[in-house]
């Protein structure tokens, strides 16, 4: 835990993200196969202690941490959470980033998160437990619904506004995905990155 390391992660597809520990997350089956986060670069020990190390920041201080975010991103907006998740008592960091003009966008899999943070989008698929799916049917807006989908998934049950073929460094499964028409565009290497695109914003 140190002050002087920057917290904020750079990210080639959404530019600059607050990556947080897998501990945090509500892993459904399909993500223990296919999650982006538990391989690649995001799985390095410096990068799995970076993320924990920055989740007992925002539990010490979650106002400084803001103020870092919003000085490492330097106008852009910043991914929540570039990996794991974001904890219900952690979402202060959220608010004092958007009320010293930070901007953000990102996404979650928990409800309890969702109902602290209801402007993220919420990620469901194929194997996300029954009450979930109707939280997600119930609660979350059209706009707001993302669908993580392995080839061998049927499309959502649901309309919903992207889908995001599997596109982890290891699990490069995207061509065996059939294609949609909510398919994230970055995914189908149709834009350069989300700053081209918004959709999620
Ligand atoms: S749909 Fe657009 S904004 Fe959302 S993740 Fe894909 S490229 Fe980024």
């Excluded at 538990?38 to 190390?53: D, E, N, P, V």
Aim: with cysteine; hydrophobic share 35%; net charge positive.
């Amino acid at each position: 835990m140190r002050w002087d390391l920057p917290v904020l992660s750079e990210n080639y597809k959404c530019s600059v993200s607050l990556d947080l520990p897998l501990q945090n997350c509500q892993p459904t089956r399909a993500c223990r196969q296919v999650c982006y986060a538990a391989q690649g670069r995001q799985y390095f020990r410096r990068s799995i202690i970076k993320a924990l190390a920055v989740d007992r920041l925002i539990t010490l201080d979650p106002e400084r941490v803001a103020h870092k975010m919003i000085d490492e991103a330097a106008g852009r907006i910043i991914r929540i959470a570039g990996s794991g998740e974001i904890l219900p008592a952690h979402t202060d960091v959220v608010a004092y980033t958007e009320a010293y003009g930070g901007k953000w966008w990102g996404f979650t899999r928990r409800t309890d998160t969702h109902q602290r943070l209801p402007s993220l989008m919420f990620s469901f698929d194929a194997t996300t437990p029954t009450r979930v799916v109707q939280y997600v049917r119930d609660y979350v807006p059209i706009d707001r619904r993302a669908y993580l989908r392995r080839p061998e998934d049927p499309p959502a049950s649901m309309p919903i506004a992207v889908t995001f073929p599997v596109h982890g460094p290891l699990t490069r499964y995207t061509s065996g995905v059939p294609v949609h028409e909510t398919d994230c565009p970055f995914d189908r290497q149709e834009v350069e990155g989300c700053s081209s695109c918004r959709r999620c914003y």
